[in-house]
């Protein structure tokens, strides 16, 4: 009936579309259930049931479990490969039907709506069960002005006030209503998805990391996972276990820095150029970490990281529609080194065959079924990574985002020529602001002197990047995002004369930076040649990453 599913939906039991695939386990299919109905953690058994037509009206049937519990291969064939509506029914307790509260972690993604009475914004299916309750008075003309001005929110899309119009900041990209007129705006640019996304974090909160620079990312995984005071859609607020820094946003930034880095290399493979592809790890889709991921893809295209720019332009189809063409892929696609070694050797083929003496017909179309076999069977099975993935972007309503603006966002995740994210030595030295002595001093000589061996150390270091560089005086690897923070994203330079006078006896110094406010002190008196420079510079870089000053 309506009425109970509602009911169930209201309490956060409602109907969900999982992903499942033939290998999975009854443990990995009873976890994917539990991420899916928090409400069901602790429940002892249960069992599948399913209704053997008239629309879910008939009587529901138990379906039994083979030897190894219910398994993707076992619900594909009873459910007719996804076509039949399953019902998860727990045999020794009943579930709490009680309603949720708005706020819940399961209405996240979910299309809200503002009351027109108290001005709460909730879920859709809450706000059927608010409107009885909801007694606060108002005068008929009061309501006649709320049915011309209210406010609804789904995913990017806002319908506001028309008379505050000169008053919204996102207006590029809204519905707006008056006297049954809708004008529409879409996103312009990728500017307009980072600014609106970060529009979305919820700073009533702070969602606290704690963390060790040692085996960053995988204790990122782990404490990410471990918080429940808080969830990713508010502030991300990091701390690095004995280090003085105060986190003011710069340590969010390379916390997001080394997460990202870290995942393109632990959960991805191939080559960049193109993009990559997940790994197939049975062990970190069993511990969610795929999942993690996509979250830290959201929270770091909100609050200022870098963006997975490193994904093949097929994955990123998947994260943005939940499917792909099969058809346009090609063995190019496969980054797997074991399938790209079994392509290459089926390539091969005709030509060892022939040169063995064989004079018979050799059929090409038989290689290239093989090959296309191969390139399929390689990508499909990457599928319940991409999933988890895509779970993880339900934050800030991401993926309704890209889904709707797949190629204006493609950039964030798929490289191209067209990306310009990665500093080198002239953006640098273009955004450096240095504190002069007057002109012509000795002084400003000096000064001088050190910006020059500042700029002939980074374009000597290009070659092998200048990520690390920009991170050290920072704390971020990329050039910020956003047009508007681009402008003013600056690196103040300052230089420190009189070291040997308030520090007496000492022999050696190194230049200082702090990466909250995008300054770096250079010892004048300690930098005379470039080879001294490139010395002290070589190892503050390389030792000085913690955040020991505040």
């Not at 993604?109 to 409107?131: D, F, G, N, R, Y």
């Not at 049915?147 to 006030?161: F, R």
């Not at 007496?504 to 200082?512: A, D, N, T, V």
Request: aromatic share 10%; net charge negative.
């Amino acid at each position: 009936m309506a009425s109970e599913e509602l009911q169930l939906s209201q309490a956060g039991l409602g109907k969900r579309s999982l992903i499942l695939t033939d290998d999975m386990s009854h443990t990995m299919i009873n976890k994917l259930i539990t991420e899916e109905y928090p409400k069901m953690d602790g429940v002892q058994g249960w069992l599948l049931h399913k209704s053997s037509g008239g629309q879910g009206r008939r009587k529901l049937l138990a379906i039994p479990p083979d030897v190894n519990g219910y398994t993707g291969r076992l619900i594909r064939n009873v459910s007719s490969a996804g076509k039949t509506l399953l019902y998860v029914v727990p045999l020794q307790q009943d579930l709490d039907l009680t309603p949720l509260p708005s706020d819940a972690a399961e209405f996240q993604t979910m299309p809200k709506a503002s009351c027109q009475v108290c001005k709460e914004s909730m879920p859709l299916h809450i706000l059927a069960l608010h409107v009885n309750n909801c007694v606060k008075s108002q005068s008929t003309e009061e309501e006649d002005e709320v049915n011309l001005c209210y406010i609804v929110e789904y995913c990017m899309i806002y319908i506001i006030c028309p008379f505050r119009l000169s008053g919204f900041v996102y207006n590029t990209f809204a519905f707006i209503l008056r006297n049954k007129n809708i004008y529409i705006f879409f996103f312009l640019s990728e500017a307009d998805v980072l600014q609106w996304l970060s529009s979305q974090v919820d700073t009533s909160k702070n969602f606290r990391i704690c963390i060790t620079r040692n085996d960053l990312v995988q204790r990122g995984f782990i404490q990410w996972q471990r918080q429940k005071k808080a969830s990713p859609v508010n502030k991300l607020h990091v701390t690095f276990i004995g280090e003085a820094g105060i986190d003011t946003g710069a340590l969010s930034k390379e916390f997001l820095t080394e997460m990202m880095h870290g995942i393109e290399t632990r959960l991805f493979e191939g080559s960049g150029k193109k993009g990559k592809s997940p790994v197939y790890s049975i062990s970190d889709l069993e511990s969610s970490f795929y999942r993690t991921a996509g979250e830290v893809f959201s929270v770091s295209l909100a609050q200022g990281g870098p963006p997975p720019c490193f994904l093949r332009s097929w994955c990123y189809h998947f994260l943005a529609t939940g499917n792909f063409d099969i058809l346009q892929l090609t063995k190019d696609d496969v980054d797997d080194t074991e399938y790209r070694s079994l392509i290459e050797k089926v390539s091969y083929l005709t030509e060892d065959i022939v040169s063995c003496g064989y004079t018979g017909l050799v059929k090409l179309d038989k290689r290239d079924s093989i090959i296309r076999s191969i390139v399929v069977y390689a990508t499909v099975r990457l599928t319940p990574m991409l999933q988890q993935i895509r779970n993880g972007m339900k934050i800030y309503n991401l993926l309704e985002v890209i889904g709707r603006h797949e190629s204006l966002c493609s950039n964030l995740f798929v490289p191209s020529d067209e990306n310009d994210d990665t500093p080198d030595a002239d953006y640098i030295m273009s955004i450096l602001e240095p504190e002069l002595s007057e002109r012509g001093s000795p002084r400003h000589a000096k000064e001088n002197a050190i910006i020059n061996f500042f700029q002939d150390f980074l374009e000597n270091l290009e070659t092998s990047g200048l990520c690390p560089i920009m991170q050290w005086l920072t704390g971020q690897r990329h050039k910020p995002c956003l047009p508007s923070e681009r402008a003013s994203f600056k690196i103040h330079v300052r230089f420190e004369h009189q070291c040997k006078d308030t520090m007496p006896g000492h022999y050696i110094c190194y230049p200082l930076v702090s990466a909250c406010t995008n300054t770096i002190i250079f010892p004048v008196a300690h930098m005379n040649s470039y080879t001294e420079f490139t010395e002290f510079m070589t190892t503050a870089v390389t030792m000085g990453r913690d955040f020991s000053r505040v």
